[in-house]
């Protein structure tokens, strides 16, 4: 049964506290009685030594569900521990999506002993989804699919549907094909369920639809689902013989990962990024960024070195200076957001691009000067030198302008460099908004009081 | 017929190009011919004077559909050129949820008027979903929900279904009631389909699925639908009688809206921020973001201000102290981001909090080590003394530390004061780590150089 977040973390405190006094009868007991889903939650939620005493608790037959439910290098830790055979008997019953991905965390030595474990059938259904990589089309699809002639009445069509055991999950159409297994169009339920038993599924099915080529990546999949509400949707190869098809449920993965990709690269961080990795793990990872920056830094000091005899003479520049280089950033990583976003929607193009840049360059001049002036005055009043005020105004205006060209123009640049601007945007954004800021504050400062 | 992303941009390029040369009747013509939703999008990616153009070629039957997919304040923007009797047509036979928002753009004067347009039993069913805020489930549910008693057989209800003209779209469930309209359980379509016609709803219906109370924030429908798979979920008042169901294609627009807020919030922007917003509305908002962080460039100064001596008698502190604050303000973000979405995702809770801190303050100390030994070099070679070199080590060991003890104890702390940690984090956590790397470098320059 669902529970609320609230209570849920009361869940999450309840087995805490039973963990710590080691009553680990009511821990199996409150954990096994989780949909797997919520167990995946926990897990991940959980610190690391945490994760594998609960692991070991769950009962076999959520295993693989739960496996399913977690997030890639999760699934790899808990696989690590495990024989082929074990791999083989826990995924029985997931979705062939769901196996594929497991089994790519494996070695590929163990995934072909895994696949030996399975029966002829399944171990084919299989290898076609494993063919695909996982952001294309066909690494999100399932072989599941109900196919029926467009000849059969509906009638017909009714009596075969009762003959499965079960229809699966998320089956909102039928999928019509013809002899040789191409795509034709689809019967949705709610058509067959209103429609008389005597027409032919030729008659009703819907063939204005487009089905998804198997190498469609992954966001354009997502962008599809969400403009057309669909539940599920058809997949073919470049000959338009059906392979399977893609559900909602995978399809929210995409759009989750996506949204969060954005978020975490601007801090240098991956969408997979597991928030209760260990000091181990993490430390590394983070001390590259750091390093990547640290770079950017020295760039800037080098900039300011060069100026140190002005320094020398009027210290109330090294006081204001970071002033210039700080609001510059801040307005730059602006425009770099409302692009990157922009991007990342599918709405920026040729066609707009140029208006976007001079729409921010406009903004950057008319913020510069309305901070260039609140700044202007503080400036010359804290130092009591209207010099000063002028300098860092005009700095500032020159910084701000900078800062809407360069956040407009990086994304657009590395988009068509095909370099990720959410990643690397943000660094070079900095070094040009540091370097030009204390550039042309100090160099300003050098003309005037040199 | 939905387009792939590559086609949908050279539709936007060709409709440009028509649009320029004056080519109107083209323009019309390749417009009408779009689906609503990629209609939609074209809108939001056009500039300012383009949207109007646009939209004044969209055709009177597509207009409702258009608008139904629109931001609320372009749809806001649309409307304010219409009278209420305009808004009532286009509106019809949209469904109650999307209805709903477009009349919440409205002024309330406006909204009655509309609503009188309307028929006695489309009125109604708008009011009791208009009754909810956007942000809760009530919000997000429409009416039109299939309902059937427990005590029919299962022919019965493939009978009653065959009555009606159309099944209402993402219809996975019936939803079972007793005689007062409350909730007891859903009987899947595809157990329907599967079943012997001959047994009653009651023996084939689910009756463990909680029904969502009316109202649950958003969010939490969101992860719900995401934790479950759902297609629908029936919503219900505190005495358990249905009020109507919502659908999956609405929880998506709820995924993608949340995972945008702590990206845009990041950068002080709204996740509804319009991309091609004119710089009349761009600019005041973003000029606020920069008034509030330059009060913290201000104390940051503030803060270098007070060893003005120092600084005066060893310059190369002016050109280093960047980067001890820079580098602080790499690591706190990483860590602010981490913890950011953590929280977003509902992982960070009592029992994991504190692990998570002394987690992340061991990274900060690992890097700040592994990275005070590289500067300390650089920094001593590069000014041929071993003692800034010192200095800077030491400095940023401290920096490093505090930013990350701040980014991951100032989300907690924000969220337990109810204040958006994505949005003000980053403000805060920027003057912690200035204010900390200038004071920590410049004071100890000061007491071993003064």
């Known amino acids: 049964m669902p529970q609320p977040v609230a209570t849920r ?113 399944d171990r ?35 009596r075969y549907l ?15 094909v013809n002899r040789s297994d191409q795509f034709i169009g689809v019967l949705p339920l709610r058509t067959l369920l209103v429609s008389d038993p005597g027409v032919t599924v030729r008659e009703m099915m819907i063939t204005d639809i487009d089905p998804i080529p198997v190498d469609m990546p992954d966001d354009e999949v997502a962008r599809l689902f969400e403009r057309n509400d669909w539940v599920s949707a058809p997949v073919v190869d470049g000959s338009g ?62 900039a300011i070195n060069m100026f ?3 320094i020398d003479k009027v210290v109330a520049l090294a006081v204001l200076m970071p002033i210039v280089a700080s609001m510059g950033g801040i307005a730059g990583t602006q425009t770099l957001t409302v692009l990157v976003r922009g991007i990342a929607m599918g709405q920026v193009g040729r066609n707009n691009q140029n208006w976007l840049l001079s729409r921010e360059v406009t903004i950057g001049l008319l913020n510069g000067l309305v ?36 956040g407009a123009a990086l994304p657009l640049l590395l988009t068509r460099m095909n370099i990720d601007p959410a990643l690397a945007g943000g660094v070079v954004l900095t070094t040009v908004t540091d370097v030009v800021g204390f550039v042309s504050f100090l160099g300003l400062a050098t003309l005037f009081y040199a």
């Not at 405190?13 to 039973?18: E, Q, S, V």
């Not at 690269?265 to 928030?275: C, F, H, I, N, P």
């Not at 130092?383 to 005020?389: A, E, K, M, R």
């Open 371 to 406: 901070w260039a002036a609140v700044v202007a005055v503080a400036a010359s009043l804290w130092f009591d030198d209207w010099h000063i005020g002028l300098i860092i105004a005009a700095a500032l205006i020159i910084n701000l302008v900078t800062a809407a060209f360069t």
């Open 162 to 176: 009762r003959r499965h055991e079960e229809i699966p999950e998320m089956t909102d159409n039928l999928i019509v």
């Open 308 to 310: 140190q005899d002005t």
């Open 9 to 121: 973390n009361q869940t999450l405190d309840k087995l805490t506290l039973a963990l710590d006094s080691g009553a680990l009868v009511d821990v199996r007991r409150m954990l096994n009685g989780l949909p797997p889903a919520e167990i995946a939650h926990l897990l991940e939620s959980s610190p690391p030594k945490f994760r594998n005493i609960l692991w070991k608790m769950i009962e076999g037959d959520l295993e693989g569900e739960v496996l399913g439910e977690l997030p890639d290098d999760l699934q790899a830790h808990f696989l690590s521990r495990m024989d082929a055979a074990e791999v083989a008997s826990i995924t029985e019953g997931l979705e062939d999506d769901d196996i594929a991905d497991i089994l790519q965390q494996l070695p590929d030595r163990v995934t072909w002993e895994v696949l030996n474990y399975m029966d002829h059938q």
């Open 241 to 302: 013989k059906l392979l399977g098809r893609i559900t909602i449920d995978d399809v929210v993965d995409v759009i989750r990962e996506d949204a969060d990709h954005s978020f975490m690269s601007m801090a240098g961080l991956d969408e997979e990024e597991d928030t209760f990795a260990s000091v181990g793990k993490a430390a590394p990872k983070r001390a590259v960024w750091l390093g990547i920056n640290l770079i950017t830094a020295f760039i800037a000091a080098a």
């Open 124 to 158: 084919t259904r299989l290898e076609s989804v494993m063919l695909y990589p996982d952001e294309v089309a066909g690494g999100l699809m399932n072989t599941d699919a109900i196919t029926i002639r467009p000849s059969l009445t509906l009638d017909v069509v009714m």
